[in-house]
């Protein structure tokens, strides 16, 4: 096993410092580390046009916006913390977001989807997914614990960015959970992995969803993400205040929950037009 350089040790000291959670300190040090292959030299030694031309291969081979602002939010870290460069890390430019709209089951579409999930513990791992708007990694490391049947809420510990919040445990879900945990009895995490001492792993939960979106013949690509989406737009349909969701989702700022308003066709088609309240006559009396 090759031996950690000083440099990368820093990195990784400064970022438990930081609390950035293990995902996060192994996603930076990948990036720095490709960065550093690319031109062949420590990446301390390599300066602000070294990261534009880096950026500019990365664009050039078609890599997910996504995955570029990983790689700069990285290279920000390495440079303004690591290296304790001042001026750098602002100068390293964010992709832009492109503006697509989030894929959105209707109900019947979430209905078909779930129970064409084969395994029980993926079906109801899902299922508490899209019932509270879960990302992936929060509904893995949901405990027995996290399950407040008194308050009707879920703990959700270890939310994005490390932050703590509560969401809604509906009646119909409890239900669920109750009747899965009297068959399956797991100790302590509640969609236990290959240990009980250790969660399910998500990799698992994204091929149930592959799986079970071909097993309902369904055209779109659905994700644990998309069941996310759903959640926000059914709800937002249902009339819930969008401040309301925005907390449920962990969201900082609400324009990231606004968007769910531009595909949420029941609220657009129940939107009243302006022309309805003039008292006009374009055509002639038929």
Known sequence: MAQMSPLRRRMIEDMTIRNLSPATQQSYVHAVSKFSQYFGRSPDRLGLEDVRAYQVHLASKGVAWASL?????????????????????????YAREPRKLPVVL???????????????????????????????????????????????????????????????????????????????????????????DTPIDPTVLHAACRSATAAAGLDKRVSVHVLRHSFATH????????????????????????????????????????LDRLSLNVTPPG
């Open 69 to 93: 602002n990983q790689a700069v939010c990285a290279l920000r870290f390495f440079y303004g913390v690591t290296l304790g460069e001042q001026t750098i890390p602002e100068r390293i430019a």
């Open 106 to 196: 209707s109900a019947d579409e979430v209905v078909r989807f779930l129970e064409s999930v084969s395994s029980l513990k993926a079906r109801v791992a899902l299922t508490t997914a899209y019932a509270a708007g879960l990302r992936v990694s929060e509904v893995a490391a949901l405990k027995v614990r996290d399950i407040d049947n008194q308050r009707m809420v879920m703990r959700i510990e270890h939310g994005k960015g490390g932050k703590e919040r509560y969401v809604m445990l509906s009646k119909a879900l409890l239900g669920i959970l109750r009747s899965y945990w009297r068959l399956a009895r797991p100790p302590l995490f509640l969609f236990p992995g290959r240990t009980s």
């Open 235 to 274: 709800l937002l349909e249902s009339g819930v205040d969008i401040r309301i969701i925005q907390v449920l989702l962990g969201h900082e700022n609400l324009s990231t929950t606004a968007r769910y308003t531009r595909v949420s066709t029941q609220l657009i088609g129940n939107t009243a037009s302006p």
